[in-house]
């Protein structure tokens, strides 16, 4: 696996850059083609706090995971384990759809987690009105929500648009 680590208002030394390398090869018994995948890990410092995000792009899924702790190794070890947790819960739902998907997982080595399957229980539909992105907000914060889908009047296209953790907003729009 390539690992890219960036350093945000921090220089990431080898021994940083090691225990990264170290941990995120206990996932490579999960995937396929291990030397063919690029994780991108962002460390970040703020105050005390670090912050360690891993993104790692797969063919069918990109799995991703963030955490913030005091301590940089703690960090590490929660991100990591939080993304092996993720492909572990998800291995049944990934068993029953192989047959139509070409998975970068080997499932065989995976042991699924034991947990109440997870289902749909709400299905709902909205009329989408178009509306600029300062409406939008404030139409999600009425309403509570922590995301609000709109038709963007400027730009025509589906947008969703979402609190962030840092208390900023961020979007996402469809492509077409």
């Not at 991100?79 to 739902?93: D, H, P, V, W």
């Not at 929500?145 to 729009?173: A, M, W």
Request: no cysteine; proline share 2%; hydrophobic share 30%.
């Amino acid at each position: 696996m390539e690992l890219i680590i960036h350093g945000d208002k921090l220089k990431i030394t080898p021994a940083m850059s090691n225990y990264i390398e170290e941990k995120l090869g206990k996932l490579e018994k999960y995937l396929q083609n291990g030397e063919n995948i690029r994780a991108n890990i962002n460390v970040k410092v703020n105050g005390h706090k670090h912050r360690v995000e891993i993104t790692i792009p797969l063919k069918t899924f990109i799995l991703r995971s963030e955490e913030t702790t005091e301590d940089f190794y703690t960090t590490v070890d929660k991100t990591i384990g939080k993304l092996e947790r993720q492909i572990r819960k998800n291995k049944t739902r990934m068993v029953t759809k192989q047959s139509k998907t070409s998975y970068d997982f080997d499932l065989l080595s995976i042991e699924p987690e034991e947990e109440e399957e997870q289902k749909v229980v709400k299905r709902k539909s909205i009329e989408i009105k178009p509306m600029h992105e300062e409406e939008a907000i404030i139409q999600m914060e009425l309403l509570s929500h922590k995301f609000y889908l709109y038709k963007d009047s400027d730009k025509n296209k589906l947008v969703v648009i979402y609190k962030r953790d840092d208390g900023n907003y961020g979007t996402i729009e469809a492509e077409e």
